[in-house]
Structure formats: structure tokens, C-alpha cells
């Protein structure tokens, strides 16, 4: 094989590689992939209606295969892949979308093309982005690869929706449009060159003529006298490559059946014995324009494989990364599902710990239950109006009864103190909601952050039982608090009370230095509001003793219950309920989501056409 035949061949296979991944030129556009077919250049044969597209087509082929008629016949863009063999060897055709069937007879060709092309589009004469594949083997072809599109037409003609004029030029366009489509322009040349659709097309998207070949048909057709001499010379309208004339058969010819090959030689005379062209004669005719097209895409395709390469190594990286993401596929077997099952817990339980224990950020808002709203809730409890000296009044001399207190109202004091220790359980409850709802954000957190959400059933079902773990704790942690209340309750701290005498005597006592004569205030409105106030200080100081014992020991309880508790038993209650299951229950936790099962596919399918693709060009493209 020469490096000319299989730098095209190569191309020729990863373009039809490309096809069956549904990554083609003309595609709809949303794929999320880099388009590995755009970065492949390609030659496009545009031109208006009847402007002699099929002809040059079928004489650089030198064969009959591709459907004639009136109206629309090209509706699918044909991919036609040359590929030339041995001398002596027999002609056949094959299509992409019937492999293994080799086409003897061109006619059958002809018909598979229309027959594919009703299969996409119905009988409908619409048209359709999707190629049709066609690869002709043949020693009279030479290694080349065209892209035969719809004619550009002006009008919709019988039974066409109104639309054809501008569906047709905007597939054309998402061919021409790419910088690395070669555009083979077809003009006829019995018509004012001005006027001809492929160059308007051409001129538009290719200003400076590199890329664009311009084919004149119908030397023949012009009328007696003129020639084609300001188009063929470059002198009407300039392109970088030279123009190349032809003259293909006549419709009269093509009614007769007249042979290809013969009407390759007809060509051949027509140039060598015209007056007018006889200069240019070897660069005329269809089998020149298809060496000149095959030599100039092997140099295209030479030029542009650093290129393709880079694009190929950047997508195989894109896919990897992407296919990591997504996960490797399920294994099948039981062990080796519970492996993974638990293997996935194993994951999200150190991510839910560093969550916890920092490294991940959530655990933080933990101590900021601790550090912001219990102290807050805490001194928001309502004790100034518990302790009002009204409420104080009348609480006391309920506690009293018919006999009013003598000295201390040790009743009174502990029921005031009983009734704002009620107060407490709010906060302390509200502190291990609060402690409940933070772990709670940070199970889903981290389940988001597993491979777990691959896993729409196996997630809900770990989500559940963590959730009812967590529930489990946070119980567990609320009888904890409101014990911690209720012992505040229970057992008055008695030394508290032993140092008040005293304590109500140290204002006096400061006062003695400067008034030694006077009497202690205390003793003075022992049972006037005074006497009250300080009752209501007392049981003040120390519910605002506790309130310091509890804003401590609070934290301690739901860390001790819930927080421990989480790092320590967060999955247990999953484990027991996994342990159950049999093989097939297993199975069906590793359901995946559908569209992720087929986006792994594909990812996975295009992976290997990348890389089968780098090995390809490693292999060809340094032969020199
Ligand atoms: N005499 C002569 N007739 C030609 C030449 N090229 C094309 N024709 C005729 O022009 C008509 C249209 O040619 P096609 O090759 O079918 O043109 P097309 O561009 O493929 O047409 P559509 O597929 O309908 O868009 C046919 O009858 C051909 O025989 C030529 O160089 N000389």
C-alpha cells in the first residue's frame, strides 16, 4: 500500500467510523463531542440543479450507479469512498449499511441508493442530514473520497414543502462552511457563469478561492462560436487552483446507454482535437480532475494530521475523564455486586467523616449550634418575666400557703427555680434538631459527592437508612438534653444557697466601712418589695448559673449521641438490611439510570474509535 492510498484509506475508515457514531459533517449539532469528521477534510461536490454534479460524479467514478430523474434525486448527502485495486480485478460496490454484501451490478447500486435514501426520508422528498455510505472498489478509480450533496435549487417543485430551497443551501452550507471541506463547485457552461450557484456559494465561504475547485460540464452545450476560454483561463472569476472542463455524456447518451469508459475516451478526443482547448487539453477531463482532487486531499490530509492527531489525543483525554466520572459498568455477579455496594458505602462514609472532621467543609456549622444559637436561644428564655416581681409575689406566697415564710421562703424559692428550669428544654431540644438537620445536609451532601448518584436505588436506600439512623440518634440525644435538664431539677445545688446570706450582706458590708452606724438595708424591708427583688435576684443568679452548666454540657450530649454516633454507626442500620438481601435484590440496587448506562456506552464506543483512529495515523502517517 503507498502512503497516498492509505492516508485517504485512513481517512475513508474514521469517517465511517464517525457515521455509525452519529458524528457526521451534516449532524444536527448536538453533540456534545468535538466532531472528529470535522476536523477531516473532505471534498464536496456542490452545484445547482442539473448543473452536471451526478455526471462528473459517475465519469470520475466510470460507472452508471447514482439515481437520475426529475426534481430533487440527491436528498442524503452519498459518501462516496473510492478505493483502487489491482489492474484486472473486478468492480464492486459496497454500502456502510449493508456490510458483508458486495454490489456486482451498478444498477442494484442505484437502487440501494434510492431505496436507502427512502428509508430515512419516506417517499416524501424531504431531505435528510444522515450520509449514506458507499465505497466502490475498482482499478479504474483513483483513492478519493467526495461527498455528493443535494442540488441548489431556486423554486420547490411538485408535492416539496415550501422549505426545500433553504433546507437544501443550509446543508450544503454545514459542509462547505468548515475550513477543511475541499468544495469541488459545479458550473455549467452554457450558462453565464455569474449566475451559477456554486460559485455564489463558494465565494461566499471560500472569499479567497483555496479551497474551492471549479468544474465547467457542458463544454459541449455552448453555443457555436463561443468558448469557455474566460472561465477555464481564471480571467472570469479567480481561484487558487486552476479550473478543470468537462464533457459529460448527454442526456441522449445516457438514454442509449452509452458505456462510461467510452465516454471517458470521447472526453479525451473532444480536448485533444478542440481548437479551442486544445492547449489545455492534459489538464482537462474528468479522469484529471480526479487525480488532480485525489493528490490534492492526500497533501490536505498530510498537512492536517498534526492537527487531527492533537484533536484525537485531546478527545481520547476528554473521553477517559469523562468515562472516570461516569463510572465503570456493573459487574454481574452477587459477590462482586455487594463488593461494590459496599465498597461505594466505604466511600461515602470517609467522605461523610471528613465533612465531620474538617477537610470538607459542613462540620463547622455543628459548633456553630453550639457557639451561635444555643448561647443565643438561651438568653432570649423569658426569666425576666418569670422572675417580674409580681410573678415572684405571687409565687412565693402560693408556695407559702397560710402561713407566710419566716426567714427564707425555701418553698418559693424552689418553685421559681423549678419553673425556669421548664424553660431550658426548648433550647436544648431545639439544639439537637438543630444538630439533626446539619448531619442530615451533609448525608446528601456526600452521597452527591460518591459515584453513589449512579445508583438512582442503591442511593435512595442508603439515603433512607441514614436518615432513619440519624433519626434513631437524634431521639436518643433528645432524652440525653432533657435529662440533663430534668437533673437540674432534681437536685438543687445547696452550697449555692448556703453562700447567699452572706452574699446578700455584702453590700452592707461595704457599706459598714463608710456607715458604720447604720443598719444593713437587708434587715430593713425584710418583707417589702425589696425583700421580693432580691429573691427574684437570687433564683436569677442561679438559673443563670445553670444556664452556664447547660450551654456546656448541652453540646457534650448531642455530640456524645448524634455527631459520635454518626461517625461511629452511620451506615449500621443499612448494613443489617443489605446482609438480607439475596443475589437478584442486589442486582437491582446497582440499577443505573438509563441515559447514564447509554452515555457510558457511547462514550466508551467513540474511545475506541479515537483510539483505533491514533494507532491508524501512528501506523501510516510517518511513511514517506
Ligand atoms: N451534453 C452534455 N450534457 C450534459 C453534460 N453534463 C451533464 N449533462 C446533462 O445534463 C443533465 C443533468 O445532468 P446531471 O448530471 O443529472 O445533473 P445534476 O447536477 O446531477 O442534476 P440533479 O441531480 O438533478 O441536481 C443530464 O441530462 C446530463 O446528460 C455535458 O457535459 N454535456
Known sequence: ??????????????????????????????????????????????????SGKSSVLES??????????????????????????????????????????KFIDFALVRKEIQDETDRITGKSKQISPVPIHLSIFSPNVVNLTLIDLPGLTKVAV???????????????????????????????????IATSDAIKLAKEVDPTGERTFGVLTKLDLMDKGTNALEVLEGRSYKLQHPWVGIVNRSQADINRNADMMLARRKEREYFDTSPDYGHLASKMGSEYLAKLLSKHLESVIRSRIPSILS??????????????????????????????????????DKIFKEHLDGGRPGGDRIYGVFDNQLPAALKKLPFDRHLSLQSVKRIVSEADGYQPHLIAPEQGYRRLIEGALGYFRGPAEASVDAVHFVLKELVRKSIAETQLKRFPSLQVELALAANTSLEKFREESKKS??????????????????????????????????????????????????????????????????SDTLRNTI??????????????????????????????????????????????LECAQRLELYKKARDEIDAVAWVR
Open 158 to 192: 411538485e408535492g416539496q414543502p415550501e422549505t426545500i430551497v433553504e433546507d437544501i443551501e443550509s446543508m450544503v452550507r454545514t459542509y462547505v462552511d468548515k475550513p477543511n471541506c475541499i468544495i469541488l463547485a459545479i458550473s455549467p457552461a452554457n450558462q453565464d
Open 481 to 546: 438534653v432533657i435529662r440533663l435538664v430534668e437533673m437540674e431539677s432534681a437536685y438543687l445545688t445547696a452550697e449555692f444557697f448556703r453562700k447567699l446570706p452572706q452574699e446578700m450582706e455584702r453590700p452592707a458590708v461595704a457599706n459598714s466601712k463608710n456607715q458604720t452606724a447604720s443598719p444593713s438595708p437587708a434587715t430593713q424591708d425584710l418583707y417589702g418589695d425589696g425583700h421580693f427583688r432580691r429573691i427574684a435576684s437570687n433564683v436569677s443568679a442561679y438559673v443563670g448559673m445553670v
Open 311 to 348: 484533536l484525537i489525543n485531546k478527545s481520547i483525554e476528554e473521553l477517559e475523564r469523562e468515562l472516570d466520572r461516569l463510572g465503570r459498568p456493573v459487574a454481574v455477579d452477587a459477590g462482586a455486586q455487594l463488593y461494590t455496594i459496599l465498597e461505594m458505602c466505604r466511600a461515602f
Open 60 to 101: 470520475i467514478v466510470g460507472r452508471d450507479f447514482l439515481p437520475r430523474g426529475s426534481g430533487i434525486v440527491t436528498r442524503r448527502p452519498l459518501v462516496l469512498q473510492l478505493h483502487k485495486t489491482e489492474e484486472g480485478t473486478e468492480e464492486y460496490a459496497e454500502f456502510l449499511h449493508l456490510p458483508k454484501r
Open 555 to 600: 453540646p457534650k450530649a448531642c455530640v456524645y449521641c448524634q455527631v459520635r454516633q454518626a461517625k461511629l454507626a452511620l451506615l449500621n442500620y443499612f448494613y443489617s438490611q443489605i446482609s438480607k438481601r439475596e443475589g437478584k435484590q442486589l442486582g437491582l440496587l446497582l440499577d443505573e439510570d438509563p441515559a447514564l448506562m447509554g452515555r457510558r
Open 1 to 50: 500500500m503507498t502512503t497516498m492510498e492509505s492516508l485517504i484509506g485512513l481517512v475513508n475508515r474514521i469517517q465511517r467510523a464517525c457515521t455509525v457514531l452519529g458524528d457526521y459533517g451534516g449532524g444536527t449539532g448536538d453533540n456534545a463531542f468535538n466532531s472528529l469528521w470535522e476536523a477531516l477534510p473532505t471534498v464536496a461536490v456542490v452545484g445547482g440543479q442539473s
